[in-house]
């Protein structure tokens, strides 16, 4: 019984030495105390006519004063800052640029430019001849489209029959033509040919005569194109299918059926 009294007498002592040790350390740092020390009780029956060993005061020391104490620094904590967030651009479209592969035949590594020369006669070839229906097309009505202005130039066009060959200017049939093409003709149609004369003057003055003749006839608005042709609209003058069409009804002969003879009658009369 002697053996374990010693043994708790020399426990409290040590625990009072330890918490004299942390007693110091925190006067040292003068923080607070964080713990205290636990009460080592003995048991009721072995305390009699003994103190028993009571509570230990000690000061309490927190673990971030033990970190300071020995060196020990808080690590730096950046403050949080908004992501930059950068504005919509519109995206760059690079402008198209000719195929610049060193070769006229191309690179063909499906580079996104512009197909090369070989790729587009490859093509060519092989859906022939879908791409060369159009122009036989075009080449076909195209016959059609200069027959049709070449038609609307010869109905338009103010020959030497309709000028008088003395001063050059217009005849009543030649005004008569001039009047035709501006009432009778559609308005993209109206336009007048004038042929040119034996030389510069005479030409000058067939083109005053027509215009003189054009005012009279649309004194208010806009006058007609003129132009100078080297073609001549077929046809003849005026006395000339004249003299034609009185020789042809002088020749004509009456209109009657002959007299026919009866080959039986004359036969028995002559019996």
């Given at each position: 019984m002697y053996r374990y009294q010693f043994v708790c007498i020399a426990a409290g002592s040590w625990l009072a030495?330890?918490?004299?040790?942390?007693?110091q350390v925190a006067a040292q740092v003068q923080i607070a105390p964080a713990y205290s020390v636990p009460n080592f009780d003995a048991p009721s029956h072995m305390t009699s006519g003994r103190a028993s060993v009571g509570t230990v005061p000690a000061r309490q020391v927190s673990y971030a004063t033990t970190e300071q104490a020995h060196g020990y620094q808080q690590p730096y904590?950046?403050?949080?800052?908004?992501?930059?967030?950068q504005p919509y651009q519109q995206p760059y479209q690079q402008p198209y640029q000719q195929p610049s592969c060193g070769s006229e035949m191309g690179c063909g590594h499906g580079c996104g430019q512009q197909p090369s020369a070989f790729w587009t006669m490859y093509y060519r070839n092989v859906r022939w001849p879908y791409p060369f229906r159009a122009q036989d097309v075009n080449s076909v009505c195209s016959y059609f489209d200069i027959q049709r202005e070449n038609g609307w130039k010869?109905?338009?066009t103010v020959g030497n029959a309709l000028f008088d060959p003395n001063n050059h200017c217009l005849t009543e049939a030649g005004k008569n033509h001039i009047r035709s093409i501006l009432n009778d003709n559609p308005v993209d149609r109206r336009v007048i040919y004038v042929l040119h004369g034996a030389d510069e003057?005479?030409?000058a003055q067939r083109i005053e005569s027509t215009q003189l003749a054009i005012s009279e006839m649309l004194p208010v608005g806009n006058l007609p194109p003129i132009y100078v042709t080297d073609r001549d609209a077929p046809?003849?003058?005026?006395?000339?299918?004249t003299a034609i069409m009185r020789a042809m009804e002088q020749s004509m002969p009456a209109p009657r059926l002959p007299a026919v003879q009866r080959s039986g009658q004359d036969s028995a009369s002559s019996n």
């Amino acid at each position: 019984m002697y053996r374990y009294q010693f043994v708790c007498i020399a426990a409290g002592s040590w625990l009072a030495l330890v918490a004299m040790a942390q007693c110091q350390v925190a006067a040292q740092v003068q923080i607070a105390p964080a713990y205290s020390v636990p009460n080592f009780d003995a048991p009721s029956h072995m305390t009699s006519g003994r103190a028993s060993v009571g509570t230990v005061p000690a000061r309490q020391v927190s673990y971030a004063t033990t970190e300071q104490a020995h060196g020990y620094q808080q690590p730096y904590q950046q403050p949080y800052q908004q992501p930059y967030q950068q504005p919509y651009q519109q995206p760059y479209q690079q402008p198209y640029q000719q195929p610049s592969c060193g070769s006229e035949m191309g690179c063909g590594h499906g580079c996104g430019q512009q197909p090369s020369a070989f790729w587009t006669m490859y093509y060519r070839n092989v859906r022939w001849p879908y791409p060369f229906r159009a122009q036989d097309v075009n080449s076909v009505c195209s016959y059609f489209d200069i027959q049709r202005e070449n038609g609307w130039k010869l109905r338009n066009t103010v020959g030497n029959a309709l000028f008088d060959p003395n001063n050059h200017c217009l005849t009543e049939a030649g005004k008569n033509h001039i009047r035709s093409i501006l009432n009778d003709n559609p308005v993209d149609r109206r336009v007048i040919y004038v042929l040119h004369g034996a030389d510069e003057k005479q030409t000058a003055q067939r083109i005053e005569s027509t215009q003189l003749a054009i005012s009279e006839m649309l004194p208010v608005g806009n006058l007609p194109p003129i132009y100078v042709t080297d073609r001549d609209a077929p046809g003849s003058s005026g006395a000339y299918q004249t003299a034609i069409m009185r020789a042809m009804e002088q020749s004509m002969p009456a209109p009657r059926l002959p007299a026919v003879q009866r080959s039986g009658q004359d036969s028995a009369s002559s019996n």
